[in-house]
């Protein structure tokens, strides 16, 4: 049974009707121009086979309509007139590249089902929908979708590392890398590729952002052919390849002495650098950079800032028209607990918007969701939209490093989309996070989402069957953003469960329970952290309390909670703009989800839900526990209704996430009772 590893592409779970529907169609595919390479070619090999997959028969591909039949037409807005006609020629020319339209012409004589791309990478997007749409049931006699990505970049960044492990990875071990190779031959790599072009990703940095010495490597003549190599097959489904490059790569092979971006040698050492890459990938997306972050070398060591450091890779890049992705998780993670002004979550900004302007068009800021890192709750980066003369990308966590490593349901899309609809203001009202990472609030020239992905080689890719929902989400949402979380949700599931409705809603439902499930029973409104200390599965309270990573809770017998008021702390509040800034800064504003992110207040605080802290505290966390105790209830009653393989893997992680919340329970319950001294209204059990 391979439906693990087909993820959401498994054409063979049609039903009759389904099927009886698109044989009417699917006899003859007319193809009226050349596809003998890259995505045009891919585009036609995946839907004769998605057909064929689907209909048991394989339909010809033939250069004509055959008088009479119903047919599909397949093709390019500018490569085949025919479907330019037949979609109407006067709506093609505003097409872009990655643009598609689906639709059913129905006239006498040529009734007919058109795809038809932008380009070749286009029509790919538009195959890919189109058997998506056959497999959910739609009705294909009045098909009529055009679709364009909202996202120029739509990004997708790996923590593997050459010896096949991967960083925060929780489903296997890399399929890139093993032992210090690449695994340039592995056909995983291709599945991979068509996975990733079927839900519209069209970048991948193939290598961990923290490049020790061995993938530093992936620069030189010794390995470029590998990573070239993964290149094609990316090309092929119109994805181009990033690698994650080493600040200080020059001084790691040897070849300099400083990795300072204002010497001389130095730019003609990443000028070669990127000659090279370029003649084995002429297409190559360029670099993502971690320079000055948890002990990475970067442009401080030599008394420069990022705006010189980034500067200096772009201008080797800017001929071949690559990018720099410039990370911004640029903190101090050498800070002193009994420091109270220091705080890790104003740093990004502290450190960046004052180079506004100073970075050349081909960099782009690439900025984490929150000020923290991929907290269960965090809020909006004020950095992302605030810098008006600075590309920007928006960077998520679908790997689950905060969110229960894929032993524990979250499903993600819920909290991306309350990112993306965070307005900024930074422009007034309807400067919206989706917006800024479009590049219409600023007039951005690259701009896009980027994610660290889930994947890994296990054989259903992502660990947790269910966590497959977050990666196909991430793609889904990122096209489009104004789509639901609950849509992906069901989509995702009719596609990777068929359509039986008793299985369909309860994995739908669970799906949209488990991010508040999670919040629920682990650290509270907003605070963050909580978690075992490197590991970050699990709970300890002060794990990261008196640490250096300034990550910090503040909690005493009368209360817990972080100041980060303008008024009388740390002043972080004061980093978005207008009446966000006020929002926050005030307890009586501040909404509760944040409510001990932005400031330390009394256990008896009251919440805008009515209850005190130490209340809400006690419930959330019972309630957590008891919301999967019910989805393992529910799940016990699907028995026979799904494959026994899936039945049993998703039972058995759910008992594991059993445990993990109630130990969150009880050790946080316990943790603030011992604090604060004050009951349980609910009389339930705490271990004192
Ligand atoms: O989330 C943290 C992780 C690190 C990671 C870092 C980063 C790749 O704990 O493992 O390093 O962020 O984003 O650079």
């Known amino acids: 049974n391979n439906n693990g590893y087909s993820c959401w592409l498994q054409y063979d779970l049609l039903g009759q009707a389904a099927r009886e529907a698109a044989v009417e169609w699917a006899q003859d595919i007319v193809l009226t121009e050349a596809a003998e390479q890259g995505p045009l070619k891919t585009a036609v090999d995946e839907l004769t086979a998605g057909m064929a997959a689907m209909l048991g028969k394989r339909p010809a591909i033939v250069p004509a309509p055959v008088t009479g039949r119903r ?223 948890e002990n990475r070398p970067g442009p401080f060591t030599y008394g420069r800032d990022h705006a010189d450091g980034a500067n200096m890779l772009a201008a080797a890049l800017k001929p071949y028209g690559g990018l720099v992705l410039w990370r911004c998780f640029v903190y101090n993670c050498q800070q002193d607990w009994r420091d109270r ?105 690259h701009c896009g989402i980027t994610a660290v992905t889930n994947v890994g080689d296990d054989d259903n890719w992502t660990g947790h069957h269910l966590a497959q929902a977050n990666l196909f989400g991430y793609g889904r949402l990122i096209w489009n953003p104004e789509l639901s979380a609950e849509q992906i949700a069901a989509e995702w599931v009719r596609l990777t469960f068929g359509d039986n409705s008793e299985v369909a809603s309860a994995v739908t439902d669970i799906l949209m329970e488990s991010w508040p499930a999670y919040e629920k029973y682990t650290s509270p409104l907003g605070v963050g952290w909580m978690v075992r200390p490197h590991l970050h599965y699990g709970v300890d309270v002060d794990g990261y309390e008196y640490s250096k990573w300034g990550t910090y809770h503040f909690a005493d017998r009368d209360g817990v909670g972080v100041d980060r008021t303008v008024a009388t702390g740390t002043g972080y509040a004061g980093q978005y703009v207008g009446a966000n800034a006020e929002r926050y800064e005030r307890t009586s504003s501040c909404p509760d989800e944040l409510l001990l992110f932005f400031h330390h207040v009394p256990y008896t605080y009251r919440l805008q839900s009515g209850k005190t802290v130490i209340q809400h505290i006690y419930d959330t966390h019972f309630e957590g526990v008891e919301q999967v105790e019910q989805w393992i209830v529910r799940w016990r009653s699907l028995e026979g209704k799904l494959d026994a393989e899936r039945f049993r893997h998703i039972g058995e992680r759910l008992a594991r996430q059993l445990d993990n919340a109630k130990e969150w329970r009880d050790v946080v319950n316990t943790y603030f009772y011992r604090k604060s001294g004050i009951p349980d209204q609910g009389k339930r059990v705490i271990f004192v």
């Open 71 to 293: 047919y599909i037409l397949l093709g390019t807005v500018g490569g085949s007139a025919h479907v330019a006609r037949l979609i109407g020629g006067g709506e093609t020319s505003a097409f872009g590249e990655e643009s598609y339209r689906i639709k059913t012409v129905c006239e006498p004589d040529r009734e007919a089902i058109v795809l038809a791309g932008g380009s070749g990478k286009g029509l790919l997007y538009a195959v890919f929908h189109f058997l998506r749409l056959i497999v959910t049931g739609a009705d294909l006699g009045s098909l009529d979708v055009t679709e364009q990505p909202k996202y120029g970049l739509r990004m997708i960044n790996h923590w593997d590392n050459m010896d096949g492990s991967i960083e925060r990875g929780y489903a296997g071990r890399s399929f890139l890398y093993a032992d210090g190779r690449v695994l340039s031959g592995s056909p995983r790599i291709r599945d991979y590729a068509r996975l990733m072009a079927s839900i519209g990703i069209n970048g991948i940095a193939i290598n961990n952002v923290n490049v020790h010495r061995q993938e530093t490597m992936l620069l030189t003549e010794q390995l470029l052919p590998d990573v070239a190599a993964i290149a094609d097959a990316f090309r092929e489904y119109g994805i181009r390849l990033f690698l994650s490059a080493n600040y200080a790569s020059p001084v790691e092979l040897g070849e300099t002495a400083t990795a300072d971006p204002l010497d001389a040698e130095v730019a003609a050492w990443w000028q070669r650098a990127a000659e090279r890459v370029y003649r084995h990938i002429p297409d190559f997306g360029g670099f993502v950079v971690k320079a000055d972050s």
């Open 341 to 445: 002004t220091t705080d890790r979550a104003r740093a990004a900004y502290d450190h960046f918007k004052p180079l506004d302007g100073r970075f050349m068009d081909n960099v782009v800021l690439q900025i984490k969701n929150g000020p923290m890192d991929f907290q269960v709750r965090e809020p909006v980066s004020p950095l992302f939209g605030a810098m008006e003369r600075t590309n920007q990308i928006m960077e998520f966590q679908i790997t689950q490093e905060y969110t229960g490593h894929q032993i524990d349901v979250c499903y993600l899309v819920p909290q991306w989309k309350q990112v993306l609809e965070f307005d900024t203001l930074v422009k007034g009202e309807g400067s919206k996070v989706k917006d800024i990472a479009a590049g219409r609030v600023h007039p951005y020239s």
